[in-house]
């Protein structure tokens, strides 16, 4: 399943404990969506520097098991769009489930 | 590493070098990871290449996501050759002045004109001088800031459009198609420079990227 318009705020959501690499964050999503949620790869990392040109998340380079690494860390706005996200799927999903009605 | 090759072949088509750099730095590493895990849960080296392959979805889709927030090879050029005509108005003062002379001679033309008795002439150079304007204007005014900018360039395309306007008249649509042709080339700068603002932070626009 493939929510469109969703991946940023999932992106967000995977940063707000702690900063990590593309593939970490690909893979957090994928697990705490228990493989429901399954997007492409290849698509994450626009959507990072997307992110990262409206300033919602920071890189730095950084070593890890020898290799160099690009990570990811959420900033101050990142937190307080991902709060505002937060809010409007609860209310969308609130509605949703008043019309379809709870299984 | 053939279909990684040719994955990110197609998947930095039209960057520009350094965004084309980035993006086969990490996907590289992305790949490389995914293949790690694949190996480690049992897969062979080739299964695990596929495995880590197929993970990355279609190149071209994600080349099109790219080339919307990565600068393509189309606008680092325009930035570059931005750069060097700034530098060279700059580094010249006599030549900024002269650029700015240009539209006041125009308006001193055309009152010229209009006092010699040659209203249409005068009227034309006048809007001529107005339509300039804004361009040259622009060496002299303190833009520096995304807000002034955008009050910058509205009132230079209000400007123009009002010069074309007046200076054509009722014609205008006879003559759209002489428009069309000259202010396309106008147009597409200017969408390109939208398309770099929306790329590039504020601290990396260069003046140019203002106006």
């Given amino acids: 399943m493939n929510f469109k318009g969703t991946l940023p705020t999932l992106i967000l959501e995977a940063l707000v404990q702690e900063p990590g690499h593309g593939y970490r964050i690909a893979q957090k999503i994928k697990e705490r969506s228990q493989g429901v949620l399954d997007f492409k790869e290849g698509t994450l990392y626009p959507a990072l520097h997307k992110l990262e040109n409206e300033g919602m998340v920071e890189s730095y380079e950084s070593v890890e098991n020898g290799r160099a690494r690009r990570y990811y860390r959420i900033t101050r706005s990142g937190r307080g769009m991902l709060a505002k996200d937060r809010a409007e799927w609860r209310q969308l999903s609130r509605a949703v489930t008043s019309i379809l009605g709870e299984a | ?211």
């Avoid at chain 2, 090879?73 to 900024?96: D, H, I, N």
């Avoid at chain 2, 361009?135 to 807000?147: D, E, K, Q």
């Avoid at chain 2, 360039?153 to 198609?177: C, E, I, N, Q």
């Fill in chain 2, 1 to 211: 590493m053939n279909g990684l090759d040719d994955w990110l072949r197609q998947a930095a088509q039209h960057l520009a070098k350094d965004s084309a750099a980035l993006v086969r730095g990490e996907i590289q590493e992305h790949y490389e990871s995914a293949r790690e895990a694949a190996m480690a849960d049992g897969s062979s080296a080739e299964e695990a290449g596929n495995i880590a392959l197929n993970s990355l979805g279609d190149a071209k889709t994600a080349n099109c996501q790219y080339r919307r927030v990565l600068l393509t090879s189309v606008e680092a050029r325009m930035l570059r050759e931005g750069k060097l005509e700034a530098r060279a108005v700059c580094s010249r003062p006599w030549l900024r002045w002269l650029l700015v002379a240009a539209p006041v001679a125009l308006i001193e033309a055309a009152s010229v004109f209009y006092f010699r008795g040659n209203a249409g002439l005068s009227r034309d150079l006048l809007l001529a001088g107005m339509g300039m304007s804004p361009w040259f204007a622009a060496l002299l005014l303190p833009i520096n800031t995304p807000l002034r900018g955008r009050i910058f360039r509205y009132t230079k395309w209000v400007l123009m459009t009002a010069a074309v306007v007046l200076l054509f008249g009722p014609d205008a649509l006879k003559w759209s198609w002489l428009l069309i042709s000259c202010l396309w080339p106008l147009a597409w700068t200017e969408w390109t420079r939208a398309s770099i603002r929306r790329k590039l932070p504020v601290s990396a626009w260069p003046r140019h990227l203002y106006l």
